[in-house]
């Protein structure tokens, strides 16, 4: 069995702790996680269009990227899933809200044009 070398950069002064540092090897790199970024630019593309597949495109890929996190890979400055998840919901009732703000009986109808 190959391991590779743990080198220990933790605080000489802390004596009572143990150091665990993940083996530098592909499979624990630091992770990137391409469904987040892309959930979070097409939730905020979706509610400045005011396109729908988009922002449930966002949705859907907000919901793969909080299944798919993996929290001993992340990187310090990355997104939490939780925030890719609350942006994607918020376009989603960014768009549905005006469909919901007037019901037909509220609405005045377009007058005909005449010809």
Do not use: C
């Amino acid at each position: 069995m190959v391991s590779a070398p743990v080198y220990d950069k933790s605080d000489p002064k802390s004596d009572k702790t143990f150091p665990y540092h993940l083996p530098l090897t592909p499979e624990w790199s630091e992770y990137k996680d391409p469904y987040g970024q892309t959930a979070m630019t097409a939730a905020g593309a979706g509610m400045f269009v005011k396109q729908p597949v988009l922002v449930w495109g966002a949705f859907i890929l907000s919901v793969i990227s909080l299944v798919n996190q993996q929290p001993l890979r992340q990187g310090k400055d990355s997104t939490s899933p939780l925030l890719t998840l609350g942006m994607a919901f918020a376009g989603v009732a960014a768009n549905l809200m005006p469909k919901m703000m007037l019901g037909p009986e509220g609405q005045t109808p377009i007058p005909a044009a005449n010809q």
